[in-house]
């Protein structure tokens, strides 16, 4: 599972322009990502400036990707 950091996250999207997937996007609440759509390639991840992605075996509260 993605895990995004929302008190570390710019909101730059690089990490939404490199997603090979299209699994990333912005919304009024910040960066999400579709769980359905995210492979865990890991590319978002290693390109984050602030380290705000993080790849988990957890599931988030509720069973839901963010």
């Given at each position: 599972?993605?895990?995004?950091?929302d008190?570390?996250?710019l909101?730059?999207?690089?990490?939404i322009?490199l997603?090979?997937e299209?699994?990333?996007f912005?919304?009024?609440?910040?960066?999400?990502v579709?769980?359905?759509?995210?492979?865990?390639?890991?590319?978002?991840?290693?390109?984050?400036?602030?380290?705000?992605?993080?790849?988990?075996?957890?599931?988030?509260?509720g069973?839901?990707?963010?």
């Amino acid at each position: 599972m993605l895990v995004i950091d929302d008190d570390k996250c710019l909101i730059c999207a690089g990490c939404i322009t490199l997603c090979p997937e299209a699994a990333l996007f912005q919304d009024i609440a910040g960066l999400k990502v579709i769980g359905d759509l995210c492979t865990l390639c890991g590319i978002c991840v290693a390109f984050c400036p602030v380290m705000a992605l993080s790849v988990t075996d957890a599931v988030a509260e509720g069973g839901q990707a963010r």
